[in-house]
């Protein structure tokens, strides 16, 4: 009796739903030119179905010049920057703004990506309304960021969701400006060697931008943009600043920006920044 496949775990996944959802994959960038992909035995074992299936789905990917199959089973994702029809796009530029709160990194993140054309990806405006509620349905004020609740379980979680988020974009070839406070991850060199591996394993290009202001610069700031989560601060702004080192240096090749008042403008520091790097507008 002819073995009949059906589209289902419990008797195995057909070879044309392997297929499809693979190249799907390597269509999107999730599988990437050159990657290898797993065994026959682990694909079938992953699929709930058999090696048969997996070698049928394989050979059809094959057939559509997807991948190419090696020997023993060894099988490498063909599909180079020409198949996407992006032969002349740039390398995928990373910037990574940090900065005390009311530094102005924000602001020059925005200038950045206006005179860029990048995605402006903001830590606040990215997750804000996500951990407001997650805060609030922890019985915590949505605009606390100095409990430990807020420091040790919500702030890693905005942290990786950027960074993801970050990762996603260069994936697709797009350059990215992202903006956070960063001060625990650009004061650990671990960090930030995982996070310039892994953008350079990307094919990106990363660069670190660290914003500086003076305290009296900062408060006005702050005050001026009112927001709610900047209520504590301003309220204890002593009991703050004595927490904050305004001489901090990341732990890695950074560029600093001085937003202080009297300070060149961000538009014309931003330029220069673009300039140093190398960036055509």
């Known amino acids: 009796m002819a073995d009949q496949e059906q589209p289902s775990l419990q008797r195995g996944t057909s070879a ?3 297929a499809q ?24 074992e992953r699929w709930g179905t058999s090696v048969a299936t997996i070698t049928r789905a394989m050979n059809l990917l094959a057939e559509q010049g997807l991948i190419v199959n090696r020997a023993r089973s ?16 740039p390398t995928p530029q990373v910037i990574l703004i940090g900065g005390y709160a009311g530094s102005g990194k924000t602001e020059l993140g925005r200038i950045i990506a206006r005179r860029t054309g990048w995605a402006m990806l903001d830590k606040d405006s990215t997750t804000r309304t996500v951990v407001e509620a ?10 606390d960021r100095e409990s430990e ?3 040790e379980v919500i702030r890693p979680a905005e942290y990786q969701a950027l960074l993801t988020t970050t990762r996603e974009n260069v994936e697709c ?13 650009l004061s650990d060199k671990a960090w930030c060697d995982r996070t310039a591996a892994m953008l350079h394993s990307l094919g990106a290009a ?14 006005t700031y702050l005050r001026q943009r009112g927001a709610a989560r900047d209520a504590y601060k301003l309220a204890h702004w002593d009991e703050y600043l004595s927490g904050i080192d305004l001489a901090f240096e990341p732990a890695i090749t950074h560029h600093v920006i001085d937003n202080s008042v009297g300070a060149a403008p961000l538009q014309q520091q931003a330029a220069e920044l673009l300039t140093k790097n190398g960036v055509r507008l």
């Open 206 to 219: 990363l660069h670190v931008v660290w914003v500086r202001c003076d305290a009296s610069s900062m408060n």
């Open 134 to 143: 997650a805060l609030e349905s922890l019985g915590i004020s949505p605009h």
């Open 173 to 185: 070839g797009t350059s990215v400006v992202a903006t956070a406070p960063f001060i625990r991850e």
């Open 74 to 89: 060894s099988r490498l994702v063909n599909y180079p920057p020409t198949a996407t029809g992006r032969r002349s796009r």
């Open 149 to 151: 609740t807020y420091l």
């Open 21 to 44: 959802t693979i190249r799907n994959q390597i269509e999107a960038g999730e599988l990437r030119h050159g990657e290898q992909l797993p065994t026959t035995r682990t694909l079938a």
């Open 16 to 18: 044309l739903v392997v």
